[in-house]
């Protein structure tokens, strides 16, 4: 799996956008992707 960090996400959306560890294409994310409890959600810079 890759590793980034999040470029944006916007909670009434669902998705945004993270920038890979490896440089290259952003990658999206939709909420549905974020292994979490409770809340899917990201914040910038995470």
């Given at each position: 799996?890759?590793?980034?960090?999040?470029?944006?996400f916007?909670?009434?959306?669902?998705?945004?956008f993270?920038?890979?560890?490896?440089g290259?294409?952003?990658?999206?994310?939709h909420?549905c992707t974020?292994?979490?409890?409770?809340?899917?959600?990201?914040?910038?810079g995470q």
């Open positions: 799996m890759e590793k980034g960090t999040v470029k944006w916007n909670n009434a959306k669902g998705f945004g993270i920038c890979p560890e490896g290259g294409e952003d990658i999206f994310a909420y974020v292994q979490m409890d409770g809340y899917r959600t990201l914040k910038a």
